[in-house]
């Protein structure tokens, strides 16, 4: 393992460290110019705090611990780091993963996102739409919450397919409890990733910026039951931004679990109303 990559791996564990500082931190190594990132100041005293904390870690004990514990790490620099992921704005510095890796070779990835309290509705669109993209391979990427998240992923398994979860936080502290058994199946069975070192507890922020991460994999994001103010928006905006397909499952007028799909399909999204809506816009 290279000095660069070494150091990446020791700032993304420096107690405080930021995006913003970690970039700054290796900003002056030539590799990073590719990436649409601003320019940093690097001399602002978090730098140089992070700058001081990751020389006490340890990285030969942390990837010895990771490779017991079946953790890869992925960083931006290596082949493997998904290439849509790093064309997003502030792509992840390093994904923590857990489970099938082949399965960030699959092109073709739809995020699927929605209501953490899914009616009979949402999860019956799900089982409507999914047979065909399952069998067209295509992967479901969201983020394990409870409600659509975890429907999708478990329609995903149940049909034979496969599935990729973010979450918020590490792996030593999934969240929600109800959804742990599913998540630890996945871990053997398909793929969890994170941006946070497993001991990384979820904060309240984690969420919203764990959607840019869903939407970034993916090559479109399909919204079933959303309110207008809600963290599947924040998924859809992330994907709008980056130039992403946004399909939206039309709901009752009467429900506020369906103003947010409502007000996508105002903004230009794609009404779904079978799954060949989706899959002519990803060309399958």
Sequence with gaps: MDELKKKLIRLVHSKNAS???????????????????????????????????????????????????????????????????????????ILFARGDLSLLKNPVKLAVVGSRNASSYGIE??????PSLIKKNIQIVSGLARGIDAHAHKAAIKLGGKTIGVIAGGFNNLYPKENVKLAEYMMEKQLVLSEY?????????????R?????????????????????????????????????????????????????????????????????EELGM
Excluded at 125 to 130: E, M, R
Excluded at 197 to 209: D, G, I, L, R, V
């Design 211 to 279: 959607n840019r991460i869903i939407s970034g994999l993916s090559g479109g994001t399909l919204v079933i039951e959303a309110r207008k103010r809600s963290g599947s928006l924040i998924t859809a905006d992330f994907a709008l931004n980056e130039g992403r397909d946004v399909f939206a499952v039309p709901g009752s007028i009467l429900t506020p679990d369906s103003d947010g799909v409502h007000y996508l399909i105002q903004q230009g999204a794609k009404l779904v109303k079978c799954s060949e809506d989706i899959l």
């Design 19 to 93: 995006w913003k500082s970690i970039y700054s931190a290796l900003k002056t190594n030539s590799e990073l110019a590719d990436y649409k990132t601003a320019k940093y100041s690097s001399i602002n005293p978090q730098t140089q705090q992070v700058n001081r904390d990751h020389q006490f870690i340890s990285i030969d004990k942390l990837l010895n611990d990771y490779t017991s514990k079946n953790i890869h790490l992925i960083t931006i620099f290596d082949p493997e780091y998904p290439i849509k992921l790093k064309t997003i704005y502030q792509p992840p510095w």
């Design 125 to 130: 669109a799900i089982d409507y739409l999914f």
């Design 197 to 209: 070192p497993p001991e990384t507890k979820p904060a309240k922020w984690q969420f919203p910026m």
